[in-house]
């Protein structure tokens, strides 16, 4: 029983600490998030909106494992594009998400059960680039 108060204390004392430091921390980071949101603005945007390492959907930054949950399918070949769908990440994926799923191209919010339909091309220095051609709602139309 000792052992369990000590232990909650220990746990306290701990999480008093960590609110402390990020106290005298976030007056720092402050002018720093405004520099780095400065700095975001600035970075290089497709035409069609879409940030490089953000979904393309929520526009969610996109870490590491994170990745956009997208759909490739076969024929065509790599030069001259492969028709994909993307159905976005798991911000904007996830059953209690609020993140809104907004189409690049028509600007209209995507049903969960909807996705884009992209084209991706294989670039010559082995990267990959994706064409957003329009959602379930707008493309379909066209
Ligand atoms: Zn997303
Ligand atoms: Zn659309």
Same mark, same amino acid.
């Given at each position: 029983?000792?052992?369990?108060?000590?232990?909650?204390? @220990?746990?306290?004392?701990?999480? !008093?600490?960590?609110?402390?430091?990020?106290? $005298?921390?976030?007056?720092? /980071?402050?002018?720093?998030?405004?520099? /780095?949101?400065?700095? $975001?603005?600035?970075? /290089?945007?497709?035409?069609?909106?879409?940030?490089?390492?953000? %979904?393309?959907?929520?526009?969610?930054? @996109?870490?590491?494992?994170?990745?956009?949950?997208?759909?490739?399918?076969?024929?065509?070949?790599?030069?001259?594009?492969?028709? %994909?769908?993307?159905?976005?990440?798991?911000?904007? !994926?996830?059953?209690? $998400?609020?993140?809104?799923?907004?189409?690049?191209?028509?600007?209209?919010?995507?049903?969960?059960?909807?996705? @884009?339909?992209?084209?991706?091309?294989?670039?010559?220095? /082995?990267?990959?680039?994706?064409?957003?051609?329009?959602?379930?709602?707008?493309?379909?139309?066209?």
């Amino acid at each position: 029983m000792n052992l369990l108060i000590i232990c909650l204390f @220990l746990g306290i004392g701990i999480f !008093l600490v960590i609110q402390a430091f990020s106290f $005298s921390s976030r007056r720092k /980071k402050k002018k720093q998030k405004a520099k /780095k949101a400065a700095a $975001s603005a600035a970075q /290089k945007q497709y035409p069609d909106g879409v940030k490089p390492g953000c %979904c393309p959907i929520c526009g969610t930054p @996109l870490v590491k494992p994170e990745r956009v949950q997208s759909v490739v399918f076969e024929g065509g070949n790599e030069r001259e594009g492969r028709l %994909c769908h993307i159905n976005g990440c798991v911000h904007c !994926l996830s059953a209690d $998400s609020v993140k809104k799923r907004l189409c690049p191209v028509c600007r209209k919010e995507i049903p969960k059960t909807g996705h @884009l339909v992209a084209m991706m091309f294989l670039r010559s220095d /082995k990267s990959h680039h994706v064409h957003i051609l329009g959602c379930t709602e707008c493309h379909r139309k066209r």
